[in-house]
């Protein structure tokens, strides 16, 4: 059973590009395991 607010990552490549992101624009977020939906959404929305 998938959590609520997590999305799997298919590539590292686009992983990559989010955490760097996230951590340029002041959001947590750890070097490894799954990225938190509102994370990926506010990535999308910049984007």
């Known amino acids: 059973m998938r959590q609520a607010g997590i999305v799997p990552l298919s590539t590292a490549g686009r992983g990559t590009a989010i955490r760097e992101w ?6 947590d977020i750890s070097s490894r ?3 938190s939906a509102n994370i990926v959404d506010a990535f999308n929305a910049a984007n």
């Open 22 to 27: 996230a951590r340029k624009n002041g959001h």
């Open 33 to 35: 395991g799954r990225i």
